[in-house]
């Protein structure tokens, strides 16, 4: 693949020594602390999440490659401040998708994060993330700038369903041999990684169409309580 699509990962890392996981297709990442300082080439993963997120996506596109950025280090949170310097970092980084297994459902954090997501769409950046979480609203999610995914247990993990006009995926990740499928990872954050990867594997021509139909300076769409972000599986 002359020129294969880069898919940043704002998860937890990364454990190159995984089964599921191809090291020879990860690019060097970074990890982002909660105050928003940047170090180089701490990516390991210590909670097993992005690793998880970053085979599913391996599985559905095996000639991507994927920039761990470690937003998530002694527990499944962050801020927005420093999610909001790992979207920055990526479109700097030139990726094509950024992928965001995780959201937050505090409106308070709407305009930053549809700012950060304006600035990824006109460097041509496609953001996948979740849309909701158990029915509400997930931030940067559910604006108009992202692709948001939400959550069909019946879809089979290589394809999605779109019904009226929501992309529903799988929330399955890649099974585990001798490991029941209910007793592994789950949940909308890998419908979210599964949609990046089936995205990747059209080529930049799907990432395109999907990129243009995003919107900048969508309204508000709910009010809700105040939350930390995390993943939303």
């Known amino acids: 693949m002359p020129d294969p699509i880069r898919i940043a990962v704002i998860d937890s890392g990364v454990h190159p020594d995984h089964p599921h996981i191809d090291a020879a297709?990860?690019?060097?990442?970074?990890?982002?602390?909660r105050d928003g300082v940047i170090s180089e080439c701490d990516t390991i993963d210590a909670l097993g999440h992005g690793t998880a997120v970053t085979a599913a996506i391996?599985?559905?596109a095996p000639d991507v490659l994927c920039l761990p950025i470690r937003v998530f280090h002694d527990a499944l949170r962050t801020t927005a401040r420093a999610l909001v310097t790992a979207i920055n970092w990526a479109v700097g980084?030139?990726?094509d998708i950024i992928n965001l297994s995780l959201g937050t459902v505090n409106?308070?954090?709407?305009?930053?994060?549809?700012?950060?997501?304006d600035r990824a769409l006109t460097e041509g950046v496609l953001i996948v993330a979740a849309r909701e979480a158990e029915g509400t609203p997930c931030y940067p999610g559910s604006?108009?700038?992202v692709l948001g995914v939400s959550l069909d247990w019946d879809c089979p993990r290589e394809d999605y369903v779109a019904r009226d006009g929501i992309i529903f995926a799988s929330g399955h990740p890649r099974p585990i041999p001798g490991v029941p499928q209910r007793r592994n990872l789950h949940g909308v954050s890998?419908?979210?990684a599964n949609m990046s990867g089936i995205v990747?594997?059209?080529g930049r021509a799907?990432?395109?169409c999907y990129r243009d139909q995003a919107t900048p300076n969508p309204a508000t769409r709910s009010t809700i309580q105040k939350q930390p972000i995390a993943p939303t599986a």
């Open 25 to 33: 297709r990860l690019l060097p990442g970074i990890a982002i602390a």
């Open 58 to 60: 391996q599985g559905q």
């Open 93 to 95: 980084a030139k990726v």
């Open 107 to 117: 409106p308070a954090h709407r305009d930053m994060f549809a700012a950060v997501a």
């Open 143 to 145: 604006l108009a700038q």
């Open 190 to 192: 890998f419908a979210v």
């Open 200 to 202: 990747a594997r059209g």
């Open 206 to 208: 799907a990432i395109a």
